[in-house]
């Protein structure tokens, strides 16, 4: 049985609601009619996908299954979408996307110079988006700082560095030239806790250090602005650390932290010849960074990290 994309539309958009007069409104159309396309739906999938009465509607079994199987199919559709407009429309393009600290000019200068008639574009991302910007399309490629979910993704390991703990410049542990984890038990972290596992995970580590809920920050220049305000403390790659050096903030090693893996990575049905070349471009750039390196000391696994 072929999945019909529009239903399966109208159901995440139920699934995320838990509501069908919200997500009807969400998706511009009429309840009724989206209440008999759900119903539609689950006849054809011959499952029950939500328990609704007058008061809830809830996912089964079944609905929460298709709704972590639905998003990356549909994300897949979209980027399918962009990549046959960005054909139609004239120019080919190859976008490339990075998180802040690493630095892409090399390669970007690479590729462009293999094919003169590309035009090659470059964006930031950050840590929310830094998978999806390929899942959906608007990014070929996307050098990605793990963890992330790997879900309709493929991925090319490239380099390492050492992570570091940013703090106000007053802070106790701010002359210190190493710390350990358990020095940063009682501190607030100020990002996502899943980036950074081995805090999360600390044992008697209280539930909320801090009275008040986490800040939602999504740049770095959010979280050092918090930081230098004595609002807590992130944990950043040594390149992100340095790039963004400034007078109130002091960043500090973690002698217990593991260093940070970056990936390449694209969508796994992306099968364009230009994604694989870039991956081999990147993957001898990262090997030749790590070489020169050999004779060196410190940080990271690749020169040109800001």
Not at 16 to 33: C, N, S
Not at 40 to 46: N, Q, T
Not at 286 to 304: I, L, M, P, T
Request: hydrophobic letters at 40%; proline letters at 6%; one cysteine or more.
């Amino acid at each position: 049985m072929d999945v019909d994309l529009r239903k399966l539309r109208y159901f995440v958009a139920v699934a995320e609601e838990l509501h069908f007069g919200r997500a009807a409104a969400r998706l511009r159309i009429a309840q009724p009619v989206l209440s008999r396309q759900i119903r539609a739906f689950e006849h054809e999938l011959r499952a029950e996908l939500f328990v609704r009465d007058r008061r809830s509607t809830v996912l089964t079994e079944a609905g929460r299954q298709l709704l972590t199987d639905a998003r990356p199919l549909l994300a897949s559709a979209e980027a399918l979408r962009r990549r046959v407009q960005r054909a139609v429309h004239g120019r080919p393009t190859f976008t490339i996307a990075f998180m802040p600290g690493v630095l892409v000019t090399a390669e970007a200068r690479a590729i462009g110079q293999r094919h003169p008639d590309l035009a090659v574009n470059v964006v930031r991302t950050s840590w929310d988006d830094q998978a999806e910007i390929v899942r959906e399309g608007r990014a070929d490629v996307s050098y990605v700082r793990l963890p992330v979910d790997q879900r309709g993704l493929r991925l090319r390991p490239l380099f390492t560095e050492p992570r570091v703990v940013v703090l106000p410049t007053d802070h106790r542990l701010s002359g210190k030239e190493s710390v350990d984890l358990t020095e940063l038990v009682e501190e607030r972290l100020l990002q996502d806790p899943d980036a950074v596992p081995e805090w999360r995970d600390l044992p008697n580590r209280p539930t909320d250090p801090d009275s008040g809920p986490r800040p939602e920050l999504n740049s770095v220049e959010e979280k050092l602005e918090h930081v230098a305000a004595s609002a807590g403390m992130v944990i950043l790659p040594l390149s992100t650390a340095t790039f963004y050096t400034r007078p109130d903030v002091v960043h500090v090693s973690v002698a217990d932290l593991g260093h940070n893996q970056v990936c390449l990575a694209w969508a796994e049905d992306n099968q364009s010849p230009l994604v694989h070349e870039f991956v081999e471009i990147a993957a001898r750039q990262a090997r030749q960074s790590h070489d020169r390196r050999q004779g060196g000391s410190g940080g990271s696994d690749r020169e040109g990290l800001a």
